[in-house]
């Protein structure tokens, strides 16, 4: 069992930075494609970026290419968002997700975490 717990949300302006962190415990992540999603209130949970197993590969939403990056740390069982030039529309809760060696941008993970809330004001 992979227990997921983000951090690093916050208030920011539009156009601020803000870094997430989501650390695992239990099982090594080396084994998992890891995955942020974002859910606004009243909207469905939507993907925002995945990184496969070993880091080499990663995919993003139109909405954020160019903005966010994704990474991981496997040794350290932690994956990373670095957000940049953020949005109004960025706002919304953000979740860490883990699937057992497969990297799917769909909602089909295996393991969630609790969410971070991030709030860009206009």
């Known amino acids: 069992q992979v227990r997921l717990v983000e951090s690093g949300g916050g208030v920011v302006q539009a156009g601020d930075s803000l870094r997430l962190s989501c650390a695992a415990s239990?099982?090594?992540?080396?084994?998992?494609?890891m995955g942020w999603f974002r859910q606004a209130p009243g909207k469905e949970r939507d993907f925002v970026a995945v990184?496969?197993?070993?880091?080499?590969?990663?995919t993003y939403a139109e909405s954020v290419k160019g903005r966010f990056t994704i990474s991981r740390d496997n040794a350290k069982n932690t994956v990373s968002l670095q957000m940049n030039s953020l949005k109004p529309e960025d706002t919304a809760v953000y979740y860490c997700?883990?699937?057992?060696?497969?990297?799917?941008?769909?909602?089909?993970?295996?393991?969630w975490g609790q969410g971070t809330q991030v709030t860009v004001a206009s």
């Open positions: 997700a883990a699937k057992f060696y497969v990297v799917p941008t769909t909602r089909s993970y295996d393991y």
């Open positions: 239990g099982p090594t992540i080396s084994r998992y494609g």
């Open positions: 990184i496969n197993r070993n880091g080499g590969s990663t």
